[in-house]
T-cell receptor
């Protein structure tokens, strides 16, 4: 089955710096790759997603890139702010009926001012 | 539009008991998926319901079950609770457009979760 690896597990940056989180997946048939942000005591919140027919997608300070050949995708956050501090999860959706998501283990991002 | 709601938010049970958790999806969404989140295993897919039918199932024992009602609300049940069942149980709703081997995966929106503690 699908397996998603996420790196790094923790990331500390200074306010204003960029942050990059990388994920690799194993099932070449996976076609959907969302990123979620989870704050303490809350459920995961979708921040951006990308489908396999697109190589890059951007939404203000957040961008995601997808390399299908290498089977990896990355989250880029520019001009980080303290409120970006949270746990970030990548996920991949195996090519099957339904909406099962296979998640990476998460990256704890700390942005210090 | 209201988001995904889950009740109760916190539960404390003892080993051997059973528990039922409830999820109300976003209005208009027909698919509900359940996930278990633990520090050790992370976020793991339990099952998905669409039009009152289980459409997809993760690798969990039969003690974990669910159902969906005609109004798309869903419940999950865990019987004979074990200490290892302590976790945050998350519900996610989606439109339910996906389907079939070539289907496009829907965007999923998560609720706040139910924190289950088994003593």
């Amino acid at each position: 089955g699908e397996n998603v690896e996420q790196h790094p597990s923790t990331l500390s940056v200074q306010e204003g710096d960029s942050a990059v989180i990388k994920c690799t997946y194993s099932d070449s048939a996976s076609n959907y790759f969302p990123w979620y942000k989870q704050e303490l005591g809350k459920g995961p919140q979708l921040i951006i997603d990308i489908r396999s027919n697109v190589g890059e997608k951007k939404d203000q300070r957040i961008a995601v890139t997808l390399n299908k050949t290498a089977k990896h995708f990355s989250l880029h956050i520019t001009e980080t702010q303290p409120e970006d501090s949270a746990v970030y999860f990548c996920a991949a959706s195996p090519n099957q009926a339904g909406t099962a998501l296979i998640f990476g283990k998460g990256t704890t991002l700390s942005v210090s001012s | 539009k209201a988001g995904v709601t889950q009740t109760p938010r916190y539960l404390i049970k003892t080993r051997g008991q059973q528990v039922t958790l409830s999820c109300s999806p976003i209005s208009g969404h027909r698919s509900v998926s359940w996930y278990q989140q633990t520090p050790g295993q992370g976020l793991q897919f339990l099952f998905e319901y669409f039009s009152e039918t289980q459409r997809n199932k993760g690798n969990f024992p039969g003690r974990f079950s669910g159902r969906q009602f005609s109004n798309s609300r869903s419940e999950m049940n865990v019987s004979t609770l074990e200490l290892g069942d302590s976790a945050l149980y998350l519900c996610a709703s989606s439109l339910g457009l996906a389907g079939g081997p070539a289907g496009v995966t829907d965007t999923q929106y998560f609720g706040p979760g139910t924190r289950l503690t088994v003593l």
